[in-house]
């Protein structure tokens, strides 16, 4: 069942027939034969359209497509068709009488040989169970000659069955035909086709038929003349394959080729189609061969120059657009750079602010403590010189049993009061103190003649028995 369902899907992406009933039968009247299916399906297809187009080194095919429009010019047709544009329909009818054009839709397995186009294969028809999906990734240290006599170097990436193809397709032409020839790639022909997309030249393609009996003929005389080779090997990209391989019956069975040996001329058109400018069946001579090369070059030349232009001008705009995102980012950084020094120095000056004002507060309450502390110091010595003053009590009337005390200060000042004589020397002190004079809390009471000191040790003598009474004159000495 798998199968049928395969050889159903292969035959509908071949022929493009989308009704699967219609399909069946024709497999069926076959014996589910899918190449003899394909190729009665083909010929059947080229008599149907034989009054309609010309088989000659033209072989314009298309001319069914483009008949009564062939008045536009075939470069904007050909820009159209390069260019991607959205009606194939609109490009083919503008194309001009001298140049056949004619928009091919690739089946699925060719596309799929290849990843250089293969993003837009949508609406192409499935052919995943046939089609090989594989990554051409190309090859490495693989030139045309390494593959001579059987021989193939080592591989270091994995290679598509389609480039296989090619490769092996170039190195059986180059051991039967020698190695002056078209450079044909060694790629699958999506891989060239992009590839040539790429250069901005035309894809040249050769479907080899090995069982044909002009096929030796027009390979040693035009295919590999040397005028011929220089002027492919200049002007386009060329492609070859064999139509006994798989892609190469593929692709002559999308080029409808009815006659070998087949050359083509074609360049990307859009969603994995291709635009067959020119076909060339049967043998041809190398300077007839040169003439519809060249002319479909001089036809083609405005699509390339403005494809290349145009191609350049992106990558123009793009390096324009990277150095100006470069530059706004090298701005942008100064910019972030500065901004980071601003607050950095911001910061900065914040901190050495904040510390400032932590040391002016430190000293405004040190300053504040101080101040409160010497307050109360004075507050306290107030309140003592008071007291000390009440404990004195009343200053006594001069008489017998009083004493003339004269106190002289080390900054000259001289104070006197009278005392009873029963009164200790502390009272001599307190009297002291309540004067406020000192600043200092050492001192002694000292009499000069003689000379006694009325310490700590003397404070309850009394006046009297100190000696002090009637009168006495002491003098401060500070400790």
């Keep these: ?30 014996g589910w034969d899918l190449e003899l299916a394909i190729s009665s399906f083909t010929s059947t297809n080229n008599d149907n359209e034989t009054d309609n187009n010309v088989a000659s080194t033209t072989t314009t095919a298309a001319a069914t497509d483009i008949g009564n429009s062939a008045g536009e010019s075939s470069n904007s047709a050909s820009r159209d068709l390069y260019d991607h544009s959205n009606s194939v329909a609109g490009a083919v009818a503008a194309a001009s009488p001298g140049l056949a054009w004619k928009v091919i839709t690739l089946p699925f397995s060719v596309i799929s040989g290849s990843l250089g186009l293969i993003s837009g294969a949508v609406g192409l028809g499935l052919w995943a ?78 479907l080899h038929s090995p069982d044909h009996p002009d096929t030796p003929v027009f390979c040693e005389r035009t295919l590999c003349s040397e005028v011929f080779t220089a002027f492919v090997n200049e002007n386009f990209v060329a492609w070859g394959g064999s139509i006994r391989a798989s892609e190469g019956f593929k692709m002559s069975n999308s080029l409808k080729a009815s006659r070998y040996p087949f050359c083509a001329m074609v360049m990307p058109a859009t969603n994995q189609r291709i635009a067959l400018l020119q076909q060339v069946e049967g043998p041809k001579s190398p300077e007839e061969m040169l003439m519809m090369l060249q002319r479909v070059l001089e ?3 405005p699509v390339l120059v403005a494809a290349r232009l145009e191609a350049e001008e992106r990558r123009n705009n793009l390096r324009l657009r990277e150095e100006q995102d470069a530059a706004y980012r090298a701005a942008l950084e100064a910019d972030q750079a500065r901004e ?57 009337e001069k008489g017998p049993d009083v004493t003339q005390v004269l106190v002289r200060f080390p900054t000259g000042e001289r104070k006197e009061r009278r005392f009873h004589s029963t009164t200790t020397i502390q009272s001599l002190y307190d009297y002291v103190d309540s004067l406020g004079f000192l600043e200092v809390d050492a001192y002694s009471l000292v009499s000069n003649f003689p000379r006694v ?14 000696g002090l009474h009637p009168q006495a004159s002491l003098f401060v000495e500070l400790s």
């Design 340 to 396: 980071r020094q601003r607050k950095e120095e911001q910061e900065r000056l914040e901190r050495e602010a904040a510390e400032a004002e932590r040391k002016r507060k430190e000293e405004e309450e040190a300053q504040q403590r101080a101040a409160r502390e010497a307050a109360e110091r004075e507050a306290a010595l107030a309140r003592m010189r008071e007291e000390k003053a009440l404990s004195l009590g009343v200053e006594p």
């Design 129 to 206: 169970a046939g089609g090989i999906l594989s990554c051409s990734l190309g090859m490495i240290g693989l030139g045309p000659g390494a593959v001579r006599n059987g021989e193939s170097s080592a591989r270091l990436v994995s290679v598509s069955p389609a480039a296989r193809e090619a490769m092996e397709f170039v190195s059986v032409f180059e051991r039967e035909y020698g190695s002056r020839r078209p450079n044909f790639v060694t790629e699958g022909f999506m891989d060239a086709l992009q590839r040539s997309r790429n250069v901005y030249k035309l894809l040249f393609v050769y």
């Design 453 to 466: 000191v009325y310490g700590s040790e003397k404070l309850c003598v009394s006046l009297k028995e100190a």
């Design 299 to 301: 036809e083609s030349a």
């Design 1 to 30: 069942m798998v199968d049928v369902a395969d050889k159903l899907a292969y035959f509908q992406a071949i022929t493009g027939l989308e009704d699967p009933d219609l399909c069946t039968e024709i497999l069926q009247a076959h």
